[in-house]
């Protein structure tokens, strides 16, 4: 089943190729997988669809009768990064394939397919994407946080993360919230800033461990989502003294929002 998108309705998907069978049967096998959808029959009617705006993620085909799929590619992901697109290419053309890719594609699928397999992809294509967007916004966060221009305006919420070594590092204010929002109370704060290189250590803390919620301890997927190596992030979780094994036991168990 189809996760809902942020709005609370489905994904949707726009859908570009000239086929009007395969389109046809596109378009109605990704709704029953869960997911909204427009569709177009030329390059540049997806393009018109697309600047209409509202789309998760874009499905085209390479062979167009006007604009290429690896131009129409190229367009959208410069128009909007964060719409994933996914190229639709014949069966052997690899090349092809790998091109789609260098110009931004985030993924491809071979002819023949299932659209079952179409769907599949579209939702991982999809789910990082957002995945991708929250990590984003707290790489921001932490980057604003521990800015110099900006120290003066959090030092009190960097004095109130002064406590005893090894407590939850809290992320605001008189308290902290755990990954379903609930909060804990924040250590009490002692007088006087908290050390540059103390509450960087802290956020980063914070930051991995909202990294290893959002993928349930995968440290695969978390390195991809920090954008660095798995094994530069294995040694910054070393470093950061970070189990994520702990993290993965407990989404084994469905314990997560516990953490």
Known sequence: MMQSDMNGGRPRVLVIDDEESRRHALVKGLERAGFRCAA????????????AGGFDAVLTDVKLPDLSG?????ILVEMDTAVPVVVMTGYGTMEIALEAMRRGARDYIQKPFAVDDVARILGRAIEESRLSLENRRLRALVERRLSPDGFEDVEAELASLRGREGSPAPTAGNGSHGANGSSRAAPESASGPMPLREAQR??????VQELLVQTGGNVAAAARLACISRPNFHKKLKTLGVDANRFKEAARRGRLRDL
């Open 40 to 51: 177009a029959a030329t390059g540049r009617a997806g393009v018109e669809e697309f600047v």
């Open 202 to 207: 802290k956020f980063e803390v914070q930051y």
């Open 70 to 74: 690896l131009d129409i590619t190229a």
